[in-house]
C-alpha cells in the first residue's frame, strides 16, 4: 500500500461527479462489498427465514438511491482509487434538523470506508478524513463569516465498534468518543403477537394534547446517556430541545403512548414505523421510552414496549428495532427480557472544528456557529 503522502496526492485529483454514472455504479458496489452497510445487522437475527429476502440487485438499487440522495443533498463526497479499482469512500453531509435544533453547525460521516490490509486501511480513511475536512473548511470560508470572524463546526459519526480502522483513522484526528450504542432487533412475523404486559392498574393509551407537557418532563428528567446530554460541550438546554422538538414532531404524526395508572402519566414510548424502498421491508423502531421517577421498577416500560410490539405486529411489521446506550443497563436488560436480541454495537464520535480566516488557521479549537453551502465533490 502506498505511503499516506501519496495517498493524500491521489485524492486531490478532482473530476466532475455529476455526470459520471459510471461513477454511481462504482460507488454503489463500494457499498455492496462494505461489510457494515445499512442492514448487515439483519442476517445476525434468528428466524431470518421468515423475512422476505431481498434479492442483491434491490439492495443494490437502496444503495443507489442513497448515494443519490446525498449528491441532491450536496453531500461531499471523497473517494480513493488504486489502479482504477476504487478502494475508498468519504461522505460528509450536514445535519439540518440537528443543527436548527442544537444551534449550530453541525456535519455527519455517513460513511468511511476503505479495502485492504489493515494498515492500508487506515492510511485511506486518515487521508480522505483531512482532504475532507480541508474541503469543509475552504467551502466554509467562502461564506460570509460570523461577527466574530469565527465559526465552528460540529463533526459527528458513528461507526460500528468492530471497524477498528476507522476508529483509529477518526481518533488520530482527535475525534472524540461520546457515547456507545447498542441496537436491538427481533423478527415480528415468526412469532405471534406478543401478550399485552399491562397489570390492571397500567392502561396504555395514544398520548394527547394534555398529555404532552407531562411526556416532556418525564424525558428530561430521564434522558442523561444519550449522545447529547453525555457530550459536556452541547448546552443541557440545547440538548433538552433537541428532544423537545423531537416528542412534538411525534405527538403531531401520533406516534407517542402513553402509561396511565390512577389518571397519572407513569410513563411513555415514542416509535414510528420505516418502509425501506425496493426492499419490500417494514422496520418498527422505537426511538424513546421513558418512565417517572416516581413508577420505576414497576413494569410500566415493559408495558410499553409490549403495547409498541403488539402495535407492530397489528401493522405486518417485519423488525422491531430499538438503540440505548451501553452504560443505560436497566434499558439493556428491558429490551432482552422483552425478546430483543443484540443486533449491531457502535460508538459515537465528534469533533469541533473552528474555521478561521485563511491568515490564522487552527481547526481544532471551538467557535460559533455559522453558515455554508455545500457543494458535491469527489476526487478519484
Known amino acids: 500500500?502506498?505511503?499516506?503522502?501519496?495517498?493524500?496526492?491521489?485524492?486531490?485529483?478532482?473530476?466532475?461527479?455529476?455526470?459520471?454514472?459510471s461513477r454511481l455504479s462504482a460507488l454503489t458496489q463500494l457499498l455492496m462489498r462494505y461489510p457494515y452497510n445499512p442492514f448487515h445487522w439483519i442476517k445476525c437475527l434468528?428466524?431470518?427465514?421468515?423475512?422476505?429476502?431481498?434479492?442483491?440487485?434491490?439492495?443494490?438499487?437502496?444503495l443507489l438511491n442513497q448515494i443519490q440522495s446525498f449528491i441532491k443533498d450536496n453531500a461531499l463526497i471523497k473517494t480513493y482509487s488504486n489502479n482504477h479499482q476504487l478502494l475508498g469512500l468519504c461522505i460528509i453531509n450536514q445535519d439540518r434538523w440537528d443543527s436548527e435544533q442544537l444551534g449550530f453547525k453541525v456535519l455527519k460521516i455517513p460513511y468511511l470506508i476503505a479495502f485492504g490490509s489493515n494498515s492500508g486501511q487506515q492510511n485511506i480513511k486518515s487521508a480522505l478524513l483531512r482532504q475532507a475536512i480541508s474541503d469543509c473548511l475552504k467551502q466554509c470560508r467562502e461564506v460570509p463569516q460570523a461577527p466574530s470572524g469565527r465559526q465552528a463546526v460540529y463533526i459527528f459519526t458513528r461507526m460500528p465498534d468492530a471497524d477498528a480502522t476507522s476508529i483509529n483513522a477518526l481518533q488520530e484526528m482527535e475525534f472524540m468518543?461520546?457515547?456507545?450504542?447498542i441496537t436491538f432487533a427481533q423478527v415480528l412475523k415468526a412469532h405471534p403477537s406478543p401478550a399485552s404486559g399491562s397489570s390492571s392498574k397500567v392502561v396504555v393509551v395514544n398520548c394527547s394534547e394534555e398529555d404532552l407537557t407531562s411526556v416532556m418532563n418525564i424525558a428530561f428528567d430521564s434522558f442523561i446517556f444519550d449522545r447529547f446530554h453525555s457530550d459536556?460541550?452541547?448546552?443541557?438546554?440545547?440538548?433538552d430541545k433537541v428532544y423537545s422538538t423531537w416528542l412534538k414532531n411525534s405527538y403531531q404524526r401520533g406516534e407517542i403512548l402513553v402509561a396511565k395508572t390512577n389518571d397519572k402519566i407513569a410513563g411513555f414510548i415514542a416509535h414510528r414505523i420505516q418502509t425501506i424502498p425496493y426492499l419490500d421491508l417494514k422496520i418498527g423502531i422505537i426511538d424513546l421510552?421513558?418512565?417517572?421517577?416516581?413508577f420505576r421498577n414497576?413494569?410500566?416500560?415493559?408495558?410499553?414496549v409490549t403495547a409498541s410490539l403488539n402495535y407492530f405486529s397489528n401493522q405486518s411489521v417485519d423488525i422491531a428495532k430499538v438503540g440505548t446506550q451501553a452504560a443505560?443497563?436497566?434499558?439493556?436488560?428491558?429490551?432482552?427480557?422483552?425478546?430483543?436480541q443484540i443486533a449491531t454495537s457502535s460508538i459515537s464520535l465528534r469533533k469541533w472544528v473552528l474555521v478561521e480566516p485563511e491568515s490564522e488557521q487552527d481547526p481544532t479549537r471551538k467557535g460559533h456557529s455559522g453558515t455554508a453551502s455545500w457543494n458535491s465533490s469527489t476526487c478519484l
Open 1 to 21: 500500500m502506498e505511503p499516506i503522502s501519496k495517498t493524500i496526492a491521489n485524492i486531490k485529483r478532482e473530476v466532475d461527479f455529476h455526470l459520471e454514472l
Open 46 to 62: 434468528k428466524h431470518i427465514p421468515s423475512l422476505p429476502q431481498a434479492p442483491q440487485a434491490d439492495l443494490s438499487k437502496y
Open 177 to 181: 468518543p461520546v457515547d456507545s450504542l
Open 232 to 239: 459536556r460541550s452541547i448546552p443541557k438546554a440545547a440538548a
Open 289 to 294: 421510552v421513558a418512565t417517572h421517577n416516581n
Open 298 to 304: 414497576l413494569g410500566i416500560a415493559k408495558s410499553l
Open 328 to 340: 443505560n443497563l436497566p434499558a439493556i436488560r428491558l429490551y432482552q427480557s422483552c425478546g430483543f
